[in-house]
């Protein structure tokens, strides 16, 4: 079975700082990774996917991850914070076999931006 | 291009009346999935359809909870008799299937008070 664990239920940082939000993953085969950002009283928004190659991925609003494949994890960073990233985080993974669909999203994270 | 349609987005009703969620995918997407998001439970994959048909329901709570897609632009989740405990944001995504991972696009959601 395919799991996702986000092990900060908060994240706070001040605006203009760097930010990371951590997740790690666990699934057969190479897995396909996703972030997805929850903004009040609002649907999920991807943000960026991992699928193969460069371990970096680039993503909207300045947000990029990392992919670490021996330590299965799949951290999401920003350089510079700003009080308008401040949101919900969802990490989320599936196997990249043709037949299996169902992505599995982790717990969430909260980031707080503060002036 | 109108994203993931969802109606109502706010719903108060009575213990034991029952409860009709609806979804319009976005066009050309085959495949639709129903989450539930809970304050205690986060984001919960309640059942998904590829080409109008039901693939997994494993995450359907009980019989109280049916979810139907006649065609490929509508889905309906109903519950009945709904519950206090059902009170939760309902969220539709769709996606399109293809060689790589397609992110999924999620609805605004509808949020669901039982009273």
């Known amino acids: 079975a395919q799991s996702v664990a986000q092990p900060e239920d908060q994240v706070n940082v001040a605006e203009g700082n760097p930010l990371t939000v951590k997740c790690t993953y666990s699934v057969s085969g190479n897995p396909y990774l996703f972030w997805y950002v929850q903004y009040p009283n609002r649907g999920l928004q991807f943000l960026l996917k991992?699928?193969?190659?460069?371990?970096l991925v680039k993503g909207s609003y300045g947000f990029e991850a990392e992919f670490n494949k021996s330590q299965t994890s799949f951290h999401l960073k920003k350089p510079s914070a700003l009080v308008s990233d401040s949101a919900l985080y969802f990490c989320a993974v599936r196997p990249n076999t043709g037949t299996a669909s169902k992505l599995t999203f982790g717990t969430g994270t909260r980031l707080q931006v503060t002036l | 291009d109108a994203g993931v349609i969802q109606s109502p987005r706010h719903e108060v009703t009575e213990m034991g009346q029952e409860v009709t969620l609806r979804c319009k995918p976005i066009?050309?997407?085959?495949?639709l999935f129903w989450y539930r998001q809970t304050m205690m439970r986060g984001l919960e994959l309640l059942i998904y359809f590829n080409n109008n048909v039901p693939i997994d329901d494993s995450g359907m709570p009980e019989d109280r909870f049916s979810a139907k897609m006649p065609n490929a632009s509508f889905s309906t989740l109903k519950i009945q008799p709904s519950e206090p405990r059902d009170s939760a944001v309902y969220f539709c995504?769709?996606?399109?299937?293809?060689?790589?991972?397609?992110?999924?696009?999620f609805g605004e959601g509808s949020r669901l008070t039982v009273l």
């Open positions: 991992y699928i193969t190659g460069d371990n």
């Open positions: 995504a769709s996606r399109r299937s293809g060689g790589e991972a397609g992110e999924l696009f």
């Open positions: 066009s050309g997407h085959d495949y």
